[in-house]
């Protein structure tokens, strides 16, 4: 079994065009994020364990004056400008954390966007989210020296993805719900879930070769009426994958567990959960029965085995020849 960790690395620019960060802010989120991130982060590099890190890449600029907003509009940017203005640095910028990421090759940096604009908001359209993808690509080139191969959208909203792969060649990690449409009421999806484990995600070629996966779990069950049967939900999936890795007939799945890294320190007990899982995983990996891999190892595994990408890469051999 293969287990694919991302993490949506954000801080306040998530929830930047709302009150909401002022409100985490006050809280002392974002201040507890540059506390405690860096022994979740030491810990995956001791660990070996590699992540998919789906940056906000405006997190690598410290200073604002460099930070781009003319290619957006309307409110949106005026939201964000103000942003700018009137936040602590501590909640939107992240250089030393992730500098601390990167020390750890083996860790995958995506692209989460630069100012994390979701398509459903009036002032967003494909010029601004391309133009917004572009500087993302651009400053996380240029700042840390990586090529991003993955983009994971916004509130999972890939309306321009066909747009997108096109232009960046970028693959994704896609909300299930897109493929599934499940219209199930929400206790019946929890009881189902229980009962059957989290879906094994699913990778598959989009059209223009670039690799899609769905996630199988948001590993988080802060917020919500349903909290205690989020959690009661999570800890089921979560025990319900670590006994599968022994069975031979799984042997072939990928779970793709998702969270943003404050939701660790949100709530200290998803923290110790996620430790936990850690460990546990370890073990079986040192058993042989489990590997932690990134999404851009499991697009790459993906496209090896495609006999369409086969024939492209002799057509390419062919024609350099
Ligand atoms: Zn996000």
């Known amino acids: 079994m293969k287990v694919v960790i991302s993490f949506d690395f954000e801080l306040a620019w998530g929830v930047a065009d709302s009150y909401e960060w002022e409100v985490r802010e006050r809280s002392g989120l974002y201040d507890a994020c540059h506390a405690e991130l860096p022994a979740y982060i030491r810990l995956l590099e001791e660990m070996s364990v590699p992540v998919t890190w789906a940056i906000v890449s405006n997190l690598l ?19 964000v400008e103000s942003f700018l203005h009137c936040s602590k640095p501590t909640s939107r910028s992240a250089v030393d954390l992730i500098k601390q990421v990167v020390s750890f090759e083996q860790h995958e940096i995506a ?19 391309m133009d ?12 840390l020296g990586r090529v991003p191969t993955n983009i994971v959208y916004p509130r999972d909203e890939a309306h321009y993805h066909k747009a997108i792969a096109k232009k960046f060649g970028l693959g994704a990690r ?7 449409r499940s219209n199930l009421p929400r206790i019946l999806k929890y009881t189902s879930e229980i009962t059957n484990g989290a879906p094994p995600s699913r990778v598959m070629l989009g059209m223009s070769g670039e690799v899609l996966q769905t996630g199988s779990a948001l590993f988080n069950w802060y917020g919500g009426r349903a909290a205690f049967v989020k959690r009661f939900c999570l800890k089921a999936i979560l025990r319900k994958i670590l006994i599968s890795a022994s069975e031979p007939r799984m042997e072939k799945d990928i779970y793709h567990l998702w969270l943003h890294p404050f939701n660790l320190l949100r709530d200290r007990a998803v923290g110790d959960a996620f430790k936990c899982f850690l ?23 993906l496209l090896a085995e495609s006999d369409l990408h086969k024939n492209y890469k002799r057509l390419c051999n062919d024609t350099a020849d």
């Open 174 to 180: 896609i909300n299930p719900k897109i493929l599934r």
């Open 61 to 79: 600029n410290s200073e604002t004056g460099h930070i781009q907003t003319e290619h957006l509009k309307g409110r949106y940017r005026e939201s």
């Open 132 to 143: 917004d993808v572009r500087i993302s690509l651009d400053d996380i080139g240029l700042l």
């Open 111 to 129: 692209t989460h966007t630069a100012t994390h604009p979701y398509p459903s908001h009036c002032d967003i359209d494909e010029d601004v989210y």
């Open 279 to 301: 460990i546990q995983a370890d073990g079986l990996r040192k058993k042989g029965l489990l590997e932690f891999i990134t999404m851009n190892q499991c697009g790459q595994e």
